[in-house]
């Protein structure tokens, strides 16, 4: 029965391109999926990058600030561990590197992802370093002055304040400054290092996205240590 049989053929072959089509279909929309996966992880790759360049940027600007504005205004002059200002202390969620959101890059460029660990802890460090200075100014210096009645910033006699204040007071006074007059000289330098290595790091890992560029102030490095900055080199 010959249209019998070309009925079943005619059959097969419709059954064929239909589980073909089906299949190709599937495959299609697999792999659509697949792709929208691999860009949506790239578009949160890149978004924790930019976070993490724009923690370095905010490290900086604070560090930068008090360098020049607390620092620079008695740097060398012998009364600087008595009128060095103080600044008030600033959030600390700000200033946190996304590092869960960063395993690509520990995963591309381990280094890198250290330097990043190694800057948040330092800056963190520092940060302390000034609160404990403020809370030394606020609660031990500006007390025994005001029980003296010398406003602050009065002109007063050197050697009979520091006669006043104590031993103890003074020296710690001057400890505290000329410690984070080196550490924020050193670590606005290590910042901006680290923000170049990261920032290349994911040029390098997504050579095609765009990442945040920061522009530093020209004279960023008016205060660099000699011998450059301690920041570890890739």
């Known amino acids: 029965m010959p249209e019998v049989s070309s009925i079943i053929s005619l059959l097969s072959i419709n059954n064929f391109v239909?589980?073909?089509a089906a299949f190709a279909g599937a495959a299609l929309a697999f792999g659509l999926e697949r792709y929208q996966r691999g860009a949506e992880r790239i578009d949160n790759n890149v978004v924790a990058g930019t976070r993490a360049l724009f923690v370095l940027g905010r490290m900086f600007d604070v560090l930068y600030q008090y360098q020049k504005e607390i620092i620079d205004p008695y740097r060398g002059?012998?009364?600087a561990w008595l009128n060095t200002d103080t600044q008030l202390?600033?959030?600390?969620y700000a200033f946190h590197i996304p590092f869960d959101d960063l395993t690509f890059v520990l995963r591309n460029d381990p280094t890198t992802f250290q330097l990043l660990s190694l800057t948040e802890h330092r800056f963190h460090n520092i940060r302390s370093s000034i609160n404990a200075r403020n809370e030394l100014v606020l609660r031990e210096l500006w007390?025994?002055?005001?029980?003296?009645?010398i406003p602050v910033g009065a002109a007063v006699e050197e050697v009979a304040l520091r006669e006043f204040l104590g031993t103890a007071l003074t020296r710690k006074l001057e400890g505290t400054i000329v410690s984070l007059t080196d550490l924020v000289d050193k670590e606005v330098i290590s910042v901006m290092e680290a923000y170049e290595e990261v920032y290349l790091s994911l040029k390098r890992i997504y050579p095609k996205e765009e990442f945040l560029r920061f522009k530093f102030p020209d004279d960023s490095r008016r205060h660099q240590p000699k011998g450059g900055s301690d920041t570890p080199s890739q």
Do not use: C, H, V, Y
């Open 89 to 92: 202390a600033q959030d600390d």
């Open 143 to 149: 007390p025994k002055m005001s029980d003296a009645r």
């Open 18 to 20: 239909t589980l073909g």
């Open 77 to 79: 002059k012998t009364d």
